[in-house]
Each structure stands twice: as C-alpha cells, then as structure tokens.
C-alpha cells in the first residue's frame, strides 16, 4: 500500500490567516492527489483534485500544488467557515487510501 | 441532482455480516464514465477507502480488507451494495458510498449522507 502522511496533525490559526498542510506520499503517485474538507457530522467534500485542479464551486483561496511524493494544500486567508478536518488521497495505485487527517482550529 | 443514499441495519453482531446498499437517484449507475464505491470511517478517526466497482461488474479493494469485503451492483434497481462478513467492534464506523470518476484523479465528487454502524452483541 502507498501510505499518505499529512503534517501537521492539527493546528490552531485566526480568521485571515495563511495556511499550508502538507501530504507526503511513501512513493510516487505523480498528481494522482486529492484534497478533502469535512465538518462534523458531514460527508467529506473535495476542494482539489489531480494535486492542483479546484473543484467547480470551491472558492478560489483554496489551492493545490506538488507532484511526485510531496504535494501542499494552501488556504490564502482562513475564513471561519473553513475550520474542519482536511484529507489527502492518493489514487495511483489500484488501492486507495487517505492521509490520516489534519484538523484546523481556531486560534 | 445526483443524490446518493445508504441504507442498512445501524447494528450487526459481532462475527455476523453487515449489508449495506446505496442507491443512486439523478443518474443511472449504468456509466463508462464513474465509478461507485464505499469508505467508512470509526467514530473519532479518520477515513478509509473500503473498495470500489465499475458498472460492468469489475471491483477494486482495499488489501486490508479484501478477504472479508464484497461490492456488487443492481443495475436494474439503480443501487450498489456493500458485505463485510466476521465483522468485529473494529468494524463500527459511519459508512458512505460515493461516486468518483473514471478517468484521470477519481476524486470522490458525490456522496451519500453515511450510515453509522454499531457492531455490538
């Protein structure tokens, strides 16, 4: 299995501020990336898609960059409706799996 | 609007096999274009991708899971279902089924609500 690791595991930010969360993959994966929000108690939505693409109706502060085994989710200027837990994937390989979450809170 | 919507006994005894279906409204399962699968997630913890199946039967697993796993497809009734059998408290979690498509990244781009599942005696 390709293993996703996501860092940080949490952090505490204020509403305008710039946030990077980063995804690691063990092995290449190419753009082969997803991106996900989920609030509590609610499906996850996907934000990014093929490591940069953003998902129609998602707000242009969200952003995606990194190919190969390091890829980066960037939020421009943290909006209070963006605290949530966000999740990587990877679809390389024929098994799909997820990074293990990175909650963002408020500061 | 493409809706999915789970459905399925919310408690299963342990070593007993826990059945789930989604069935798919605003669009027919029967696309060369999509895939339909199912991830869970345990209360508190994170997501995990349980398999996936094309609409000409072909199915993809998680290896972790794929000796006790089976998705299959109701063309006929617009639905896919989900068996895990010998389940376990380790195998309590909300349950979604979603859509991703074939081509290029997958991203699951349509859910369904997710169906919390109880394995307890």
């Known amino acids: 299995d390709i293993q996703m690791t996501q860092s940080p595991s949490s952090l505490s930010a204020s509403v305008g501020d710039r946030v990077i969360i980063t995804c690691r993959a063990s092995?290449?994966?190419?753009?082969?990336l997803n991106w996900y929000q989920q609030k509590p108690g609610k499906a996850p939505k996907v934000l990014i898609y093929?490591?940069?693409s953003l998902q129609s109706g998602v707000p242009s502060r969200f952003s995606g960059s990194g190919s190969g085994t390091d890829f980066t989710l960037t939020i421009s200027s943290l909006q209070p409706e963006d605290f949530a837990t966000y999740y990587c994937?990877?679809?390389?390989?024929?098994?799909?799996?997820f990074g293990q979450g990175t909650k963002v809170e408020i500061k | 609007q493409l809706q999915l919507q789970e459905s399925g006994p919310g408690l299963v005894k342990p070593s007993e096999t826990l059945s789930l279906t989604c069935t798919v409204s605003?669009?027919?399962?029967?696309?060369?274009?999509?895939?339909w699968g199912w991830i869970r997630q345990p209360p508190g913890k994170g997501l995990e991708w349980i398999g996936s199946?094309?609409?000409?039967?072909?199915?993809y697993y998680n290896p972790s899971l794929k000796s006790r796993v089976t998705i299959s497809v109701d063309t006929s009734k617009n639905q896919f279902s989900l068996k895990v059998t010998s389940v376990t408290a380790a195998d309590t979690a909300v349950y979604y089924c979603?859509?991703?498509?074939?081509?290029?990244?997958?991203?699951?781009?349509?859910w369904g609500q997710g169906t919390l599942v109880t394995v307890s005696s």
């Open positions: 199946i094309y609409y000409s039967g072909s199915t």
């Open positions: 093929a490591a940069s």
């Open positions: 994937q990877q679809t390389y390989s024929t098994s799909w799996t």
């Open positions: 605003g669009a027919s399962i029967i696309s060369s274009d999509y895939y």
């Open positions: 979603a859509r991703s498509p074939y081509s290029g990244s997958s991203p699951f781009d349509y």
């Open positions: 092995q290449s994966i190419s753009t082969y």
